[in-house]
T-cell receptor
Framework: AQSVTQLDSQVPVFEEAPVELRCNYS??????LFWYVQYPNQGLQLLLK??????LVKGINGFEAEFNKSQTSFHLRKPSVHISDTAEYFC????????????FGTGTSLTVIP | DTGVSQDPRHKITKRGQNVTFRCDPI?????LYWYRQTLGQGPEFLTY????????KSRLLSDRFSAERPKGSFSTLEIQRTEQGDSAMYLC??????????FGPGTRLTVL
């Protein structure tokens, strides 16, 4: 089975500063990787996904992530954050084959400070 | 395309009561997933359907939990004899390809 580790439970950052949210996974098979954002009392919204191809993936709201197979990582980055980016961020992995159930990390709470 | 919808959004119940939640997936999606999310944690997989067939249910938390998708469209998740530990957000997601899942807004359950 897969597992996901999000190394930082809370990340405070000043507005317009860059940010990186870290995600590592473990799996013995080929995987798909995702980042979701969750605002209070809402469901999950997809930020970006890696299925195949280029290891640098661009998503919505200026976010991007890089798949590093040798380090089994999929870190999320944004060069300049806004107040509206304050939210909970979840990294997820699923099998390329099979039932595609998602395994989520425990989340990183991003707080953007004015 | 109105997205995945869930009903109710909030449910408060007393311990020992039964509750049922509904999920309406995106219309052309044949896969439907249920997850549970407790405070401070990521969503945890419970079960999934491909059309009306429930292909994985070993991760349901106990025999008090059951799910159905009778016509391959909407799905229900029932919890019998609720306990305080069942308090959580219950999320539904749907997918056509299996590679990407679209999530609903969730049902927040509070068991008193």
């Amino acid at each position: 089975a897969q597992s996901v580790t999000q190394l930082d439970s809370q990340v405070p950052v000043f507005e317009e500063a860059p940010v990186e949210l870290r995600c590592n996974y473990s799996s013995s098979v080929s995987v798909y990787l995702f980042w979701y954002v969750q605002y209070p009392n809402q469901g999950l919204q997809l930020l970006l996904k890696y299925l195949s191809g280029s290891t640098l993936v661009k998503g919505i709201n200026g976010f991007e992530a890089e798949f590093n197979k040798s380090q089994t990582s999929f870190h999320l980055r944004k060069p300049s954050v806004h107040i509206s980016d304050t939210a909970e961020y979840f990294c997820a992995v699923s099998d390329e084959w099979g039932d595609n159930q998602f395994y989520f990390g425990t989340g990183t709470s991003l707080t953007v400070i004015p | 395309d109105t997205g995945v919808s869930q009903d109710p959004r909030h449910k408060i119940t007393k311990r020992g009561q039964n509750v049922t939640f509904r999920c309406d997936p995106i219309s052309e999606h044949n896969r439907l997933y249920w997850y549970r999310q407790t405070l401070g944690q990521g969503p945890e997989f419970l079960t999934y359907f491909q059309n009306e067939a429930q292909l994985e249910k070993s991760r349901l938390l106990s025999d008090r939990f059951s799910a159905e998708r009778p016509k391959g469209s909407f799905s229900t998740l029932e919890i019998q004899r609720t306990e305080q530990g069942d308090s959580a957000m219950y999320l539904c997601a749907s997918s056509s390809s299996g590679a990407e899942q679209f999530f609903g807004p969730g049902t927040r359950l509070t068991v008193l």
